[in-house]
């Protein structure tokens, strides 16, 4: 076996933690990913076989669900599907085998980064980097934006905590972009 | 410009990228007799009208979903927004 050093998205040894001001930013590596999309004709029983994964009902337009493993919404009859890596470094397997022929599904997990931020003011922040109207984002929204050219996803979990998952190969950009408005607004 | 997304809402037009002309939806078959004639006027002949005018509208930084916007060329007002799909199966196509 080579002795191989597992490294993040941003080249460290451990996951990068930012904190400014209220808010905490930090590199979230420990994610599985995957994408399901709903095959034609197919899409009530793929909406089924999705809620059965998750522990909920399929979430509607940019809304997020599930218990351990999340569903987001990310267009008309797709979702995307996280769980924590460790227990699901095959998710993609395990999602497909749920889901049979209902749907494709693909797997993600090194495709994106995740950053969360936590604290109070979030939107303060995002409102520098997005063109989503960040104060009517409720709890448990999910939307693709675009965050510096970088089309990402922005999750609000709750007012508190905040998601965004971008390219994997723009990550640095990304975090140079959010900590830059953490800074500016801080 | 503000496109009234049909699922998402408000969105600012610079989410998304123009293809051109509705019709491109309805592509001719390549396998009928005249298919020749059918794509030389599916590739090059548009119409260009000074009014309303539907339009593919691609949601690049959003869901990527294909829209048929109808938008007056002269005033650049938006008066329906569907999603293209929805055109599509309405006029018979099954994909």
């Known amino acids: 076996m080579h002795d191989l050093v597992a490294i ?7 996951p990068r933690v930012d904190t400014v001001g209220p808010v905490t930013f930090t590199e979230v590596p420990d ?17 089924e076989a999705l809620a059965n994964v998750i522990g909920a009902p399929a979430p ?12 987001f919404w990310s267009g008309p009859d797709q979702w995307m599907v996280e769980a924590p ?40 922040v995002l409102e520098l980097l997005s063109q989503l109207d960040l ?21 609000c979990r709750d007012a508190n905590h905040y ?10 950009s990304l975090h140079h972009a959010v900590l830059t408005s953490m800074r500016s607004v801080y | ?10 969105r600012d037009a610079s989410e998304f990228t123009y293809l051109g002309d509705a019709s491109l939806i309805d592509r001719p078959d390549g396998m009928a007799e005249n298919a ?37 060329t002269l005033t650049h007002e938006i008066s329906k927004v569907e999603l293209a799909r929805d055109v599509a199966r309405a006029r018979g196509r099954t994909k």
């Not at chain 1, 997990?109 to 109070?120: M, Q, Y």
């Not at chain 1, 104060?135 to 999750?155: E, K």
């Not at chain 2, 009014?51 to 938008?71: C, F, I, M, P």
Request: net charge neutral; hydrophobic share 40%; proline share 3%.
């Open chain 1, 8 to 14: 993040t998205a941003l080249g460290g040894a451990a």
């Open chain 1, 60 to 71: 509607d337009i940019q809304r997020i669900a599930g218990g351990e493993k999340t569903a």
């Open chain 1, 85 to 124: 890596y460790n227990g699901h470094h095959d998710l993609a397997d395990q999602v497909k085998a749920a889901v049979g022929n209902t749907a494709s599904v693909t797997e993600q997990t090194d495709a994106w980064v995740r950053f969360d931020l936590r604290g109070d003011g979030i939107p303060s």
């Open chain 2, 36 to 72: 020749a004639d059918a794509f030389y006027d599916y590739a090059y002949l548009r119409d260009n009208p000074a009014g309303e005018h539907r339009e593919l509208w691609y949601h690049e930084a959003g869901d990527r979903s294909w829209l048929v916007v109808t938008r007056n």
């Open chain 1, 31 to 47: 994610v599985a990913l995957t994408s399901v999309a709903a095959r034609l004709g197919q899409e009530a029983k793929a909406r």
């Open chain 1, 163 to 172: 998601s965004i998952y971008g390219p994997r190969s723009s990550a640095g």
């Open chain 1, 135 to 155: 104060r009517c984002l409720s709890s448990g929204t999910a939307a693709r934006c675009s965050i510096h050219h970088v089309g990402c996803y922005l999750l």
């Open chain 2, 1 to 10: 410009m503000i496109i009234n997304h049909p699922l998402l809402g408000p």
